[in-house]
């Protein structure tokens, strides 16, 4: 997308850049998380799952894409140390269909797996189709990103008991936001950090009304 941002903004069209950095500055605003620190916290969370140490599959998102190599990286420096092990870890594209084949053939293996870590939620939640199929969803636990505020999203999906946690990734609100600010002439930062709201089974039902 580098050569379409500097064209817009060659023709002084301003533009909001979300979530994948392109390599050039000449952007009204960067709208993206810590993917690193997004990734960290879920690998705290499953610490804390795992109390003892287990085995983690991971769920990974378009290896090319930085989210998924920041969210990668911050879980794997969270559980080091830990007595965790990622017995698996395979590419998904982000996508649900995906995250359940892979899980059903990992699962087949009969490899015990403790916790699967999907680097978004539709990935989890993929992998709970997989180990309820396999009558195995309930000696797992799950985690995932994003917390979508929707029926088959993931904060639905942790106050139903589907997943252990998910991590709130709220950039298209901000967009929204800075958009608005833009359209009536006013500064905007250059980059916009978001901030993530771990979903518990103690406030999902809060923050999903």
């Known amino acids: 997308m580098t050569a379409a941002v500097q064209q817009a903004c060659s023709a002084h069209i301003p533009v909001i850049v979300l979530d994948r950095t392109v390599n050039t500055d000449c952007c009204t605003s960067f709208i993206g998380g810590d993917n690193y620190k997004i990734g960290k916290v ?3 969370a499953a610490v804390k799952a795992l109390p003892r140490g287990g085995n983690v599959a991971e769920l990974q998102g378009t290896l090319s894409d930085q989210p998924q190599i920041d969210r990668d990286k911050g879980f794997r420096d969270a559980i080091a140390g830990h007595g965790i092990t990622i017995v698996y870890h395979q590419e998904a594209k982000w996508l649900k269909a995906n995250a359940n084949a892979i899980t059903q053939r990992w699962l087949a293996q ?3 797996i403790d916790l699967v870590y999907g680097e ?3 990935m989890a939640l993929g992998a709970v189709l997989a180990a309820r ?3 195995k969803a ?3 636990k799950f985690i995932g990103i994003d917390g979508l505020a ?3 999203g993931g904060i639905r999906a942790v106050q139903l008991g589907q997943m252990y946690t998910t991590f709130i990734y709220p950039t298209g609100a901000q967009a929204a936001a800075t958009a608005e600010a833009i359209a009536h002439g006013k500064t905007v930062d250059k980059k916009q950090t978001l901030q993530t ?3 518990t089974k103690d406030n999902a039902g809060d923050i999903y009304l």
């Open 197 to 199: 709201t771990q979903i």
């Open 133 to 135: 199929g396999a009558h």
């Open 42 to 44: 879920a690998g705290e």
């Open 150 to 152: 929707i029926p088959t």
């Open 120 to 122: 978004n939620d539709d």
């Open 110 to 112: 009969n490899k015990k």
């Open 138 to 140: 309930d000696d797992i």
